[in-house]
Structures are given as structure tokens and as C-alpha cells.
């Protein structure tokens, strides 16, 4: 006869972080996706400072998952809400070097290029309307499929498809130039 | 991720994105940020609002202010925000409700409000140019603007000023931090009425818990 086989691990029950465990140990992801999306470090540690706001608030109400999916939600939602806000008077904000971006033509060294590369990226991405930047940082910078996407931002997978694609053709576009 | 129905075009793109990595906060700044979190909320919403709206009166009648949040303003972040701003483009400001910020002389004019993330940002101008008010509820952390500046006085008001003209001051509980105007220009803030006081406290404390303001 077989011995019945159990398996007698008990399943450690989902635990809600502590908000400290979030802004410590999660604090760096919320940072480079505000940074990301804002395209300055003023404005990333502005947007940080809401989201920790929020993520309190949130916790309340939270159900153990994906963690950094719903921090990525949460960011990208801030971000949002705060360019509608600023949106009836529009503000432009200054780079972190501005005497980089004066002195920033193209260089011929092709591995000084490839180095500022991310820096330019960079730039395009934050001359994107928000409402494209925000899918495509989703997207392409932190790997979310089109239906997480479409969930985070409260819209139809054909939206975020489409908005994705413009997004990206206006960055071809733009270094193409 | 490469999606089937992408170009190639569209996946060069994406790669290049993908490649770009994660960007670090600055040193110390997440540390910062956990110290100054934000106050707890309480569980039984309607009969905690009540509650402490009742010692709110009774705090602001006796002048108790409780235990407060200690801030020390990246002033050079704030410059930035500032700078941001283009006086040229702003109008009147929406809310007819705003008074002139605390500090700021007559003569210039309310002409818009936003929310900087931590910051309420108040932009005000005349004639010569614009300047900004930020503030946010605390107590300034005098002890960490260590060699920033200089500490001075408007009438009975003591200010910090930065090198660069930044000035810092406490007032009602909150901390402000004024770009664009040098100290010389600043009037003493006026106390406001208990009433305002009230109602500026209760608006922070719904807007903590949820609720619309």
C-alpha cells in the first residue's frame, strides 16, 4: 500500500507591508519610474513624496500581489493627475544640466553617442504628451503587457495599443533628426 | 517583451528603452522621505473627524500645536521649481479665495496656485517679475541648514536666508520657503484669524483621510 502523500507545508498567509517596508526597500523603483516619467530629478522627488501619500492611504485597502505592479500603477496615476493639474498653465521644467543640454550637439565619437544615449532617450521620451509618455515608459521601460497596462491606466488594451505606437513613432521620429 | 503585431522599427525602439536601466534617487533622499511620513489616519473615520476637530478648536484657542513634522527644505530644489515657473503666462488666478501668502508686501498679486508634490506652490507678481511661496505643514529643521546661510529677523519673525537669497521662515505651523524676493522686501507675517486657522486644519485633516476637498 501507497502511503498517502500530503504535503504539510503550510502556506504562509499573504502579508501587507508596513508602509516603511514599501518606501525603504521599494523606494528606489517608485524613484526611477517617477524619473522616467517626469524626466527630472525635482520633479521625480516631487512625485515620489505624493506617491508615498498615496501608497499610505492605499495600504488600507491592499491586497498582497504584485507589489511593484501596484507602485507602478500608483506612480504612473500621480503622474498623470499631476500634469492635468498643471496642464491650464504650463510650466516647463528646467533639465538637471542645463549646460549639457546647451552644449549638447550631437558628438562624431560614436562611443561618446552611445553613452549619451540613455541621456537623450531620455529627453525624448519627457517631449512626449503625457498621455503617450506614460504607456510607453509602462511598456518598453518596465516590460508591462498591454493588459497590465490597459488596468494600471483605466483604459482599452486598443487605446494603450495605439497610444504605444504613436509614442514610439514620435521617438523614431525624433532621433531620426 | 516584443509584441507579434510590432514593427521592427517598433522593436528597435522598445530595446532601446529597455536598455536605458534604473535611475538612483539621490543619496540620502529616500531616507528623508521615511522621516518625514506622513501622519497616520485613524480607522473610525467619522467619529475620529469629529474628535479631533473638536481639539483642533480647542488646540488652536490654546495655542497647542502638538507634535509637528520637522522639514528641511532642499531649497535648491525649489529654486528650480521657481525658475520653472513663466510669470508671462499665468493669469488670474482661479480661486478667488487666495489671499496674498504670508510675508509677501503689497503690490503684487496672487496669480496662481499649484500642487508641487509635498509643497503647495503660490506664485505671485507685479510689475518687476515673480516670485513663489512654498509651504507645507512643520517646523523648519534649523539644525541640518547648518552653514546655508545666515538667520535674520522680519519684526519679531525669525528667517534663514541661503546664500542665494532663498528665505525660510515658520509660521502658523507650517514652514515656508520664498524664492524670488530678497528679505529686505518681506513683511512680517500677519496672524490669522482663529476661524481660518479652524478651517486650514480640517481641510488638511479630510484631505488626509480621503476624503474630497
Do not use: C
Not at chain 2, 474628535?51 to 488652536?60: C, D, E, M, P, S
Not at chain 2, 522639514?71 to 528650480?80: K, R
Amino acid at each position: 500500500m501507497t502511503p498517502e502523500v500530503s504535503d504539510t507545508r503550510a502556506e504562509a498567509p499573504p502579508v501587507v507591508p508596513t508602509w516603511d517596508d514599501v518606501a525603504r526597500s521599494h523606494g528606489g523603483f517608485i524613484y526611477s519610474v517617477a524619473y522616467r516619467l517626469t524626466g527630472n530629478h525635482a520633479d521625480a522627488q516631487d512625485l515620489v513624496q505624493d506617491v508615498l501619500l498615496r501608497v499610505r492611504r492605499g495600504l488600507r485597502t491592499y491586497q498582497p500581489g504584485n507589489l511593484e505592479g501596484w507602485l507602478a500603477r500608483i506612480t504612473t496615476n500621480a503622474f498623470l493627475d499631476t500634469t492635468r493639474k498643471k496642464k491650464r498653465r504650463p510650466t516647463v521644467a528646467l533639465p538637471d544640466d542645463p549646460d549639457r543640454v546647451l552644449m549638447g550637439s550631437p558628438s562624431a565619437d560614436a562611443e561618446s553617442a552611445s553613452r549619451d544615449l540613455p541621456d537623450h532617450l531620455q529627453r525624448l521620451l519627457g517631449e512626449l504628451a503625457p498621455e503617450y509618455r506614460a504607456p510607453v515608459v509602462l511598456k518598453d521601460v518596465l516590460g508591462y503587457s498591454y493588459d497590465e497596462i490597459a488596468d494600471h491606466l483605466g483604459v482599452p488594451i486598443g487605446t494603450v495599443r495605439s497610444r504605444i505606437h504613436r509614442g514610439r513613432a514620435k521617438l523614431r521620429e525624433a532621433l531620426a533628426r | 517583451m516584443i509584441d507579434h503585431h510590432e514593427e521592427p522599427w517598433e522593436a528597435e525602439i522598445s530595446s532601446l528603452l529597455g536598455a536605458m536601466g534604473s535611475v538612483e534617487p539621490p543619496e540620502g533622499f529616500l531616507d528623508r522621505a521615511v522621516d518625514r511620513r506622513p501622519a497616520a489616519a485613524g480607522r473610525a473615520v467619522g467619529a475620529l473627524l469629529f474628535a479631533v476637530v473638536a481639539l483642533a478648536a480647542v488646540g488652536v484657542a490654546t495655542g497647542l500645536t502638538g507634535t509637528a513634522r520637522s522639514i528641511s527644505p532642499d531649497f535648491t530644489a525649489l529654486e528650480t521649481r521657481h525658475r520653472a515657473v513663466d510669470p508671462t503666462s499665468s493669469g488670474v488666478v482661479d480661486d478667488p479665495r487666495g489671499d496674498l501668502p504670508p510675508g509677501v508686501p503689497e503690490g503684487f498679486v496672487l496669480v496662481d496656485r499649484l500642487d508641487d508634490g509635498a509643497w503647495d506652490h503660490e506664485v505671485v507678481a507685479r510689475a518687476g517679475g515673480a516670485a513663489s511661496v512654498f509651504r507645507q505643514a512643520g517646523t523648519l529643521d534649523v539644525a541640518e541648514l547648518g552653514a546655508a546661510g545666515e538667520r535674520r529677523t522680519i519684526g519679531s519673525t525669525d528667517v534663514w536666508v541661503t546664500h542665494a537669497d532663498v528665505v525660510m521662515f515658520e509660521h502658523e505651523d507650517e514652514v515656508f520657503v520664498v524664492v524670488g524676493l530678497e528679505v529686505d522686501e518681506l513683511v512680517e507675517p500677519a496672524p490669522s484669524s482663529v476661524t481660518d486657522r479652524v478651517g486650514g486644519f480640517v481641510g488638511d485633516l479630510t484631505r488626509e483621510l480621503g476624503f474630497p476637498s
